[in-house]
């Protein structure tokens, strides 16, 4: 271990200007220790420890199969809202069992999980790489994708079963996967032998466990193009304010993300650190500040911000909680709060969040779906089930499908990500009088 202790040019003793903490559970980033280690080797052979629970199984190709190539019929299903790389996915998990396993038998599960209850009448489409080969290129889903269905597990399962489905592979969100794991508790009631291995799509990054979540990159890339043309819009303007919102429903990553990636945002604000809009340390007061000293300022709010102001009621056909529109609530308030004050301002509102969900993917990110959808191929083969794969610490693994949906994934405001968000922005550590 000595010759990885780093050299110190002696003690210190400096007070650091930079404002943190020492305590943990106080909302704020705490200062990091030369005691504060990080583990290198993060490889375990199962027999040289006690307590598994601390590690996930490997993803990859295994020696021995379960499925028989030439006997299995695959199928894939996308649900929920556009991701960028959905195609990515559909077509390495297609050439994979095409060329590395020789499966032929490959079926598209048309608009989620509604493809496969009869009452809807959608049709299943045959995949091959001659299918496959070009779709990404294109953003959306070939295979279209809907919301719900997914409670309809036995209706779901009766048409796996009058398929002869050996495999399903679930590209989706928390509620994808939900259905996912549900069904696959219906295969093992029945007997059936039939994989269920899911493949997590979350745009919001907030999968427990997984270091990045596909689609991610892309989102943070387009992200920055809306805010850098917020920050144009604003600076040309007499007290100008550019206005983004953001998608993040319970995690804040990729408005921390971009913050970090534009440097031009003066505020952001995310679904975990409150704030508020009146009073001398509310977002108002501060907005008048940055005004006055700079003439210009640009908001960026995670969709799940603010919800104490704008929450609407009920859930969608996927079982999220329904958000009131913070973006524009936040346009209405601060044009009145300076109307009332008789401050002139010129504000300009971007909702990027379609045009990002569209697009296709990144470099970055068709790298990451090629790779995990080919882990995910390797996984059903060797005959896991209820499992997701993922990426953890740089890692394919197989992570348990009920683990993984336990909780979402959150902004830790007492991380060293939001500690760099708010030196990138400026903003003060708290907006709560």
């Not at 509620?175 to 093992?188: D, H, R, V, Y």
């Not at 917020?230 to 919102?245: C, F, P, R």
């Not at 993300?257 to 108002?284: K, M, Q, R, W, Y």
Request: glycine share 10%; with cysteine.
């Amino acid at each position: 271990m000595s010759d990885r202790l780093v050299p110190n040019l002696g003690k210190c003793s400096l007070q650091s200007p930079i404002k943190l903490s020492n305590t943990v559970g106080d909302g704020i980033a705490n200062y990091i220790r030369d005691e504060d280690l990080v583990r290198h080797d993060v490889h375990v052979r199962a027999g040289e420890v006690t307590d598994l629970t601390q590690f996930f199984e490997k993803a990859g190709p295994r020696e021995k199969l379960y499925f028989a190539p030439q006997h299995v019929h695959a199928a894939i299903v996308t649900c929920g809202g556009l991701c960028p790389g959905l195609n990515d996915v559909i077509r390495s998990v297609v050439r994979c069992l095409w060329y590395r396993y020789g499966v032929r038998r490959i079926s598209g599960v048309r608009f989620g999980y509604r493809g496969l209850i009869p009452d809807y009448g959608y049709d299943i489409r045959p995949l091959n790489p001659d299918v496959v080969d070009d779709i990404h290129k294109l953003g959306g889903t070939v295979l279209g994708s809907s919301r719900g269905g997914g409670d309809r597990t036995s209706d779901i399962v009766d048409s796996l079963e009058r398929l002869n489905v050996n495999i399903l592979f679930t590209i989706g969100g928390d509620g994808t996967q939900k259905g996912s794991l549900a069904i696959a508790e219906e295969i093992e009631r029945r007997n059936l032998k039939v994989a269920v291995v899911g493949i997590p799509k979350t745009i919001d990054n907030d999968l427990l466990f997984v270091d990045r979540s596909f689609g991610f990159d892309t989102a943070v890339a387009q992200a920055s193009h809306a805010v850098t043309a917020a920050h144009t819009e604003a600076h040309s303007s007499i007290n100008g304010i550019g206005l983004v919102k953001l998608m993040g429903r319970e995690s804040g990553f990729i408005a921390a993300h971009t913050v970090l990636a534009v440097h031009e945002v003066n505020f952001v604000l995310v679904p975990e650190v409150d704030f508020d809009l009146e009073g001398p340390n509310g977002l108002f007061a501060h907005l008048e500040k940055r005004l006055a000293e700079r003439n210009h300022a640009v908001i960026v709010a995670a969709e799940g911000a603010g919800q104490k102001y704008s929450a609407a009621e009920g859930t969608d056909a996927s079982g999220n909680r329904k958000l009131g529109d913070i973006g524009i609530f936040l346009k209405d308030a601060i044009n009145a709060h300076f109307k009332k004050k008789g401050i002139e301002v010129n504000l300009k509102y971007i909702d990027p969040s379609y045009i990002i969900r569209s697009s296709p993917a990144s470099p970055v990110d068709s790298v990451y779906c090629d790779r995990l959808g080919s882990n995910a191929v390797h996984a059903a083969m060797a005959g896991k089930t209820r499992i997701l794969i993922g990426m953890v610490n740089n890692e394919f693994v197989h992570i348990p499908t009920g683990v993984a949906i336990a909780q979402r994934r959150k902004v830790d405001p007492e991380s060293s990500l939001w500690r760099d968000a708010i030196e990138a922005t400026r903003q003060p550590i708290s907006m709560v009088n």
